[in-house]
């Protein structure tokens, strides 16, 4: 559910196709995702799931399979939210 | 002294032989290897049939790649013109309808993109570093010819490099460099900045721009190295190369130090910290940006410089020596270059007194290839017209204020869309904002479009309250809309007309 959850706000925010959007897509792959379209997704994330990631964990997300990954992390315990 | 490019590779081979060069994500070259790997391929390129001033150009993301084929183009006494690695189709055709190149050196994907483009600008080689049926193989070429430098009927005056820069209007024009004017640039680069063997710099600007192969040249004429990956994007592997690289040296653009200080601002001060200078350009830096990356690593050399594509780097200045004063300005004029602000009139204007600013030197361009209009626009009276407003201090120092052709023209009252936009970047939640003049039917209006913060949404309702006590009230936008994305040069400069289509467009939908 969470993979579903974090592909909807990607493709979303980058506005681009669900079927343009694995879990190994990661940025730099398509022009939409550069730096700016980086902090734009993960601040999405971060406000769909009511948290913000710690500057440590967010530094070396770069997929979408990472976000899940992360998102994981902090809501199914480990991190703190 | 070093007066051709290519003598860059080959003197740095010489000196630093063993010495590494060049570093990207897949491994490193040697000065000596670098110079090697150039000279086997401009020997295939000339065995290919690719003359002295032919053009040739490259499509290549950052990397030892762009650097060998750039260096081999110049080494077989080639016109290099580097191209974005991102470029679209329609740009690529316009620019190889004016140039004429003969080949193309590019990789895989490129090749396989570009492929038919290419085949109908008449492009007789497409050469690929990457296998693939669409393009000959780079390596294959190497092989072919005798390796050297292919320069013997090449001057300081030839041209080495067709920059196409695409403004801020949107018509690509090739900036004609030739040997002697960036070498100029160089030395006066090196002579501000003070690069040394030990400097290793982190280098994530497009190489296809001069502020970028800037760095490069700088490190390579120098015996120092270079990091390169293109862009921000891979941030955390970006700030780990600053760290084990042991980078002296970190070029960016306000927008990405913003980014860099906003968001990962921690990570930026513990693996930037052996950091001994960065050169920040591209737009202007906000002075409260200049404050806010000196508190954060405070022992960095923070520079700014003003330079055009058809005047690299005309001026220079240390923020972190002179100190917030001069924030706003970027810096005096480098050795022979010489600086005026002349009035629409043509008369040279004194301190303190705003105009258009004007540059004349060794590094300033002849033109733009094959297009004698804008040409005649650019060069008049001996002087560079740059289309930027700004004024002198009495002391030289420049301070830029805006665009010439941006003025917005409200019922006769003059707006510089660079004020307003440095009072609106300063709330909360605006990521970035850019303004201009949309036409309605009564004359032009002010609109803002602004790239809000998802998380901290801006009011709007409050942005204007508070714009009317900071600026008089015809500079107050009459409507701010929310943008995706700002339409930005490759090097960061506002689109202004691009803007202003969409702008009006969106009045019209």
Known sequence: ?81 | MIELLPQILTSGADAHAGRLAVQDIHGSVSYELLATQAGELAGGLRHLGLKTGDRSVVVLPNGILFVTAHFANLMAGAVSVPFDASVAPESFASMAANCRPRFLLTNAASAQRLGSVAREAGIEKVISFDETPDALFAQEVSSLGHAGVFTDQITPDSLAVLMYTTGTTGQPKGVRLTHANVMQALRNICNFVGYGPDDREVVTLPLSHNFGLGHLYCNLLNGGAVYTESGLTRVGRVLENVESFEATGFPGTPAGFGMLMDRYGPILAKRGSKLRFSVINSAPLPPERAAQLQALLPDLDIMVYYGLTEASRSTFISLTRQGPEYYRSVGRSLGTTRLAIKSGAGETLDAGETGEVVIHGPAVTSGYWENEKETRLLLRDGWLHTGDLGHLDKEGYLFITGRLKDVINVGGYKVNPSEVERVLSRFPGVLDVAVAGVPEPDGEVVVAAIVADQSVPPDFATIETECLLQLERFKVPTRFVQVAKIPRTDSGKIQRSVLIKELTLEDHA
């Open chain 1, 1 to 81: 559910m969470i993979e579903d959850t974090i592909k909807n706000i990607v493709c979303t925010t980058l506005k681009i196709r669900p079927e343009d959007c694995s879990e190994d897509l990661a940025a730099g792959d398509i022009p939409q995702w550069d730096s700016l379209g980086h902090v734009n997704v993960l601040m999405a994330v971060e406000k769909h799931f009511g948290f913000a990631f710690d500057v440590v964990d967010s530094i070396d997300i770069e997929s979408v399979g990472d976000i899940v990954d992360m998102v994981k992390k902090y809501t199914q315990g480990g991190a703190q939210a």
